[in-house]
């Protein structure tokens, strides 16, 4: 299965702090996905993103949240001023190759927002 | 709107018998349905996929699905269970059109497998 790695796996900050989580799609892939999972509910989608662009986004990705592509092969979210209802786990996924190719997941970042 | 929906939250079976997690699905055209599993503190792995090709579908670690228009449903299924089953299993749907895709995930279906 192709490999996509996030960093890190946990991040502990306090409310109202920034925080960066990272992802490393497949090799050279145009587009990922930021998704999100609230510890026993289900996983929603957040952002997606092509060719340096938000391509489609959620009702939950307000103007606190932003993503990047910062160097050419990491992908970036950011939270600006993170909430406690902001704890989740972040995945990122991309398709193998072609955007109709199936998603493969990273195994997520840990957010407590205290 | 296209969506999922998984029956049960909560299955428990024996170690050795049959699984059945069950998913209706709701899209107003053939669409492409995936099943994927999550262990305790893991991230999300794909089990099996249909996109419009043979409607049983087979997966790994001896898992399947078969997709049934006329019933709208999609479900998960395995003849033993193994005790490395017990995990939350999610039923998803894509849904977009060219130029970018999106994932709906089911509720999920905790597993629960007995010694």
């Known amino acids: 299965e192709p490999e996509v790695t996030q960093t890190p796996s946990h991040q502990v900050t306090q409310m109202g702090q920034e925080v960066i989580l990272r992802c490393v799609p497949i090799s050279n892939h145009l587009y990922f996905y930021w998704y999100r999972q609230i510890l026993g509910q289900k996983v929603e989608f957040l952002v997606s993103?092509?060719?340096?662009?938000?391509?489609?986004k959620s009702e939950i990705f307000d103007d606190q949240f932003s993503v990047e592509r910062p160097d050419g092969s990491n992908f970036t979210l950011k939270i600006r001023s993170t909430k406690l209802e902001d704890s989740a786990m972040y995945f990122c996924a991309c398709p193998k190759r072609e955007v109709t190719d199936t998603q493969y997941f990273g195994p997520g970042t840990r957010l407590t927002v205290l | 709107a296209q969506s999922v929906t998984q029956l049960d939250s909560h299955v428990s079976v024996s170690e050795g018998t049959p699984v059945l997690l069950r998913c209706n699905y709701s899209?107003?055209?053939?669409?492409?349905l995936f099943w994927y599993v999550q262990h305790p503190n893991k991230g999300l792995q794909l089990l099996l996929k249909y996109t419009s090709a043979a409607t049983l579908v087979k997966g790994i670690n001896g898992f399947e699905a078969e997709f049934k228009k006329s019933e709208t449903s999609f479900h998960l299924t395995k003849p033993s269970a193994h005790m490395s089953d017990a995990a939350e299993y999610f039923c998803v749907v894509r849904v977009g059109t060219s130029g970018t895709y999106k994932y709906i995930f089911g509720t999920g279906t905790r597993l629960k497998v007995l010694a």
């Open positions: 993103f092509y060719n340096n662009e938000i391509s489609e």
């Open positions: 899209s107003s055209y053939s669409p492409s």
